[in-house]
């Protein structure tokens, strides 16, 4: 059996073999129930009948150390059989203790083609799109939940998801979502926040990443807060996940809404969701050991006692942040480009070089999820981590990007373990600091004008009342007169055509930054034909962050009455946050996007760079000083 690979246990056995395991040796499980979607056209929902035979149990024995959880979770092994489990990615305990957070992601944007397979696989995953929507539930008679209307739900159970049993008392709480995702689709004028077939919903850019948390026990949260529970880097009190299953809904996002958002229910009658028609008046669920789940999660430190020095990095209380600015990054000493077209292995130079920029431009503190163990077990980041000690933190994190496609492919890329790892930073350390910067190291801000350090200019943004500020992010061109002198290669495998191409090499005694300076536009310009962003945000504002946007904010999740409580105007449509900004790109600051140039795209460089060929010039010559007014669009040389 390889390494890292499930076992396949024997219900039958599966407990016999647990029982004869102390707490602090439980293994991860996976508890696969079958799923009958048939069922799910019948009105009333039928109750769900199995017992625990009938589940097929997957263990993961590799997950044996709270140190190197992010390193030793299965992502990359999920249960696909049972897709009403969440996949995954990360689970922590809140520095308070009082919450287990889950970040998670939404397996049916994988595979999203139109080709027959992909068709398939979209219905098969159609659970996953449940567990982004609350069910409301009471408790009944021996210990068991029913489905139920908001009204008759009890207080812990009307926004709910999933039933959380702590290890080894027995004791369940209900699940708490981050954000109400239907809400949230009706403040974006959504039409529906899914779709059955799948149509642009599955690129819904909300609806990546399931968040929600699982509230401890009262008398549990101390030795949680403290990390007691921890010994020897092994956990003793776990969590299991037990998913409510119902079907999606497909109706509009305001057809269901909880009663802090029911102003904004639909008025037709038609759209609204009738729990009691659709579910019956006392639809149990099925006992917690007759449910698919996850079972043994292991309950680990706050993030500040795993990955850090715990006096420099927790503060005393909420108000005494520890960190004015720090930046989270997920990278690779070498990847893959999409299409899986050529492979870039200079990762160990560009962070180390984006690393110092970054400190001279005032970050006190950078979190690298270091993702080389997706593509390689041979090399990390960890040789230019371990040069800046106290400034950098690498968060080991190996899961692959489930879809390395082309863009415009019929099943376009998704890159779920960068979204998945940037929420994992922002919810770990975004307790610890004012300001997030969130950049790839191909990217370098620098500050314009009269500032020279970023906290100067987020000063400024405080006095202004902003949360989030964006730059604009276009990518430049390597300088002609910078790199190594090309050495054309004749071969159109290596090339992807038939004119010849070239490996382009930045010398040792030039930087990234000095050498792919060739900007595209002048001043302000990106403004007006930008394809991507990055931002400056504040985390204890954004609720959700996407790559290059703040998709949710807590101003999204206010109710009328909420938002003129916060001093602000109502609007249902909230597509631009007021509380955010574009920055002055002469004024205050700049973005250089150094993305690297793979070896394909030089292909016909030395046509296309002399207007000759088809094809682009992906190698800069800056104009020089003056002429950029005068109409000339070559040098003598013809460049």
């Not at 990762?347 to 950078?366: C, K, M, N, P, S």
Request: aromatic share 10%; proline share 7%; glycine share 6%.
């Amino acid at each position: 059996m390889k390494k890292g690979q499930p076992i396949m246990d024997d219900p039958a056995t599966s407990e016999i073999a647990g029982s004869a395991k102390n707490n602090d040796a439980r293994i991860l499980q996976a508890f696969l129930e079958p799923i009958d979607q048939n069922s799910w056209e019948v009105q009333p929902l039928p109750e769900r009948k199995y017992q625990k035979n009938d589940l097929k149990v997957v263990s993961y024995p590799q997950l044996s150390s709270c140190s190197r959880l992010t390193e030793q979770w299965p992502v990359d092994n999920f249960p696909e059989e049972d897709p009403f489990l969440p996949w995954i990615h990360d689970v922590f305990p809140t520095e308070d203790g009082k919450f287990i957070q889950f970040v998670a992601q939404n397996k049916r944007r994988c595979d999203t083609g139109k080709n027959e397979k992909d068709r398939k696989i979209i219905m098969e995953r159609q659970p996953q799109l449940s567990l982004f929507q609350h069910v409301p539930v009471k408790r009944v008679k021996d210990g068991r939940y029913s489905l139920s209307s908001h009204e008759e739900a009890d207080p812990d159970g009307v926004e709910t998801r999933f039933i959380c049993r702590f290890k080894p008392t027995g004791e369940e709480t209900l699940s708490r979502f981050n954000l109400n995702y239907d809400y949230v689709a009706y403040r974006k004028s959504h039409k529906q926040l899914f779709t059955k077939e799948g149509r642009w919903d599955i690129k819904s850019l909300h609806t990546s990443q399931l968040l929600f948390q699982c509230p401890v026990p009262d008398h549990l949260q101390k030795q949680v807060s403290d990390g007691s529970s921890v010994i020897n880097d092994f956990a003793t009190l776990f969590v299991d996940i037990v998913p409510i299953r119902t079907p999606p809904r497909y109706g509009a996002p305001n057809s269901f809404l909880p009663p802090r958002y029911s102003e904004f229910n639909s008025n037709n009658e038609t759209e609204l969701f009738d729990a009691k028609y659709e579910w019956g008046e006392n639809h149990a669920l099925p006992t917690i050991e007759n449910s698919g789940r996850w079972e043994n999660i292991p309950i680990c430190k706050p993030s500040w006692m795993t990955y850090g020095e715990e006096e420099s990095i927790r503060p005393e209380k909420k108000e005494d942040l520890s960190h004015r600015l720090i930046s989270c990054v997920w990278a690779s000493a070498g990847y893959a480009t999409r299409g899986e077209r050529f492979g870039i292995y200079d990762g160990h130079r560009r962070l180390r070089e984006w690393l110092h920029h970054a400190f001279l431009t005032g970050f006190d503190h950078v979190y690298v999820y270091d993702n080389s163990g997706a593509n390689s077990n041979s090399t990390s980041l960890k040789i230019v981590t371990d040069d800046f000690p106290g400034k950098v933190t690498r968060i080991v994190w190996p899961s692959k990007v489930c879809n390395n496609n082309k863009n415009f492919a019929d099943s376009p890329g998704e890159r779920s373990s960068q979204y998945a790892a940037e929420s994992s930073c922002r919810l770990r350390f975004g307790p610890h600091t004012d300001w997030i910067g969130q950049f790839d190291i191909d990217e370098y801000f620098s500050p314009m004008g009269e500032y020279d350090t970023v906290p100067q200019l987020l000063d400024t943004l405080e006095k202004e009342g902003k949360k989030i500020v964006s730059f604009g992010s276009w990518r430049a061109w390597p300088r002609k007169s910078l790199i190594e002198t090309p050495i054309p290669i004749s071969s159109r495998p290596i090339c992807d055509s038939n004119e010849p191409c070239f490996r382009l090499k930045v010398p040792e005694n030039h930087t990234i930054l000095q050498t792919y300076n060739c900007d595209r536009q002048k001043g302000q310009q990106k403004e007006k034909k930008m394809p991507a962003e990055k931002q400056f945000y504040r985390p204890d504002y954004v609720k959700l962050h996407f790559v290059h946007y703040s998709t949710v904010t807590t101003l999204t999740l206010l109710n009328k009455q909420e938002t003129i409580d916060f001093g602000q105007q109502w609007r249902r449509n909230i597509h631009a946050d007021p509380l955010s900004r574009f920055g002055n790109e002469l004024t205050e600051g700049t973005m250089l996007h150094t993305k690297a140039i793979a070896t394909q795209d030089t292909s016909g460089w030395l046509s296309a760079c002399k207007g000759k060929g088809r094809g682009m010039c992906r190698i800069g010559n800056p104009y020089e000083e003056g002429d950029e007014e005068s109409g000339k669009t070559a040098d003598e040389d013809g460049w």
